[in-house]
């Protein structure tokens, strides 16, 4: 597979075409927390069969923080690394998939590219994805951040909880939103789920 030639979204598409193929083969008789163990395995063979596989060992980078799902490296310039092990997913890949696309849609300045997959230091399968580094002159203030999302037509359930009629975002608090040196919010690492 020739990335350098590849849309942005390409494999972040192919991704999610995999997993939710592979929910459906599932079917109904596979009990739900078998469906990532077996969406996991097809990506797994997806990685191999089209050389995906990222060694942070020959890249230039440095170890920036780890989180509940991510490890985060820093390029020194201008990219940010998260190795993602899909632990807010769910039972279900698909869930990730969904929070990506959506959280590119909505927060189009600091947008989330896979470019391919890699083990984290615990050894657990991950999605890699890049951002770009913010330049931030501080954390967002929790009024800015409602701001904010009440001008992208979400309403605020809660302090750091936001709904419009097809998404959920939580975690909207103010170490995962930066106030950039310009002047502008970044939504570096929110969680985002289809309403239900």
Request: with cysteine; aromatic share 14%.
């Amino acid at each position: 597979m020739d990335r350098a030639h590849s849309s942005v979204n390409s494999l972040l598409e192919q991704a999610a075409c995999i997993v939710r193929r592979s929910k459906e083969t599932a079917g109904t008789l596979e009990p739900t927390e078998s469906y990532k163990r077996g969406q996991i395995e097809e990506l797994i063979s997806f990685a191999d069969s089209n050389g995906l596989w990222i060694d942070f060992n020959n890249l230039s980078v440095i170890y920036l923080d780890k989180g509940g799902e991510n490890e985060v490296f820093y390029d020194g310039a201008a990219t940010v690394y998260k190795l993602n092990n899909f632990e807010y997913a769910g039972d279900n890949l698909e869930n990730f998939f969904i929070r990506i696309t959506a959280h590119n849609k909505f927060f189009s300045n600091v947008p989330y590219q896979m470019i391919g997959f890699a083990y984290n230091s615990l050894h657990e399968f991950c999605a890699v994805l890049i951002q770009p580094h913010i330049k931030a002159e501080r954390e967002a203030t929790e009024d800015e951040i409602t701001d904010y999302m009440q001008a992208l037509g979400f309403e605020m359930d809660y302090l750091d909880e936001y709904h419009n009629d097809q998404y959920e975002v939580f975690d909207a608090v103010p170490n995962n939103v930066l106030y950039g040196i310009d002047g502008d919010l970044y939504f570096i690492d929110t969680q985002i789920r289809l309403k239900g």
